[in-house]
């Protein structure tokens, strides 16, 4: 049994040389360059799980942590013959500079595990297998634009190790359309599951439904980055599901940048914040068309609450020098490896 990109619609690719740097809709209507005074992804890794990425493509430039390919052959080697992890991976971090376009959280890190092959499939192992390292990699989210119809015991064991590693896993409707179930992943009860609207917050007919459906994020006429050094326009949840995962970065960068008492801890806080701030749609509360709603990025980020015991001298810095100056980002990494320094202590005492 394979698992498989959900059907995208793929409109013809654009050379870079045509356009200075476009801000796409799910970023400019959603005000998103205001919240990057807050925070723009600064400490946050996500893994993304699928068919790679050109992890030198221009407007990608620093983005691509590290690798890993679950696939066959080296095990670095995530070259993205498909086109379509690029294209997730751009959505999520391309760099905010005078060209192609630009991510939701431009400063997050991405991971880029190649866990389908280059048809665009790959077996359900090879997805396990990718979870797996994300977890040992101590990443912050998990973002999944892929789907199967079927259950899995051990995919659904890899899901629930890092459901019990209080790490968000984000994963895409299906392209089904209106079918009252989702695909898995996304079925799983433990992750965050995503459906697409259009520019005017309308529910694409692709748009996948069932009971478990979680939310609703922009996914039709997204431009991104494609190989090699390209951009193309996609539509799908696939599309939807990176936003979202651009959207957690936000809101943990800034909680992890700047503490607070919003609790962020589990996966269930994640959620429980964006269901509380998420603009319902259609039916009254939660329906299997739009689940709890649109996601409504400002409010998810801008309720993160600051804390007041922040050092005094980051408070300072934040004051003067807004909105990120060089000791607050220091700061912030300082922090980030330390924690992640306990994290690896303990798993070893
Ligand atoms: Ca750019
Ligand atoms: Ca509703």
Redesign the pocket.
Known sequence: MDMKLPTVVRHPRMLVQSFS??VGYQISKHNIPDLWLDAQGEGITIAVLDTGCQTDHI?LNGSVLSTYNTTGGDINDVHDQDGHGSHVTGIIT??????????VA?KAKVISVKVLGDNGSGAYQWISRGIEEAIARNVDIISMSLGGPSDDPQLHAAIQRAYQNNIPIICAAGNAGDIHNLDYPGRYTETISIGALNADNIRAEFSQTGRNLDFMAPGVDILSTVPVNSYAVFSGTSMATPWVSGVVALMLSKHHCKGGDTPVNTVEDVRDHLRKTAIDLQDAGRDPNTGFGLIDVGQSVKLMKTADNMPEHIAQTTRSTYPHSQMERWYCDLEKRISILEKKRDQTS
């Open positions: 740097q476009i407007d391309a760099n905010n500079n005078e060209l192609g376009i630009v991510g431009p």
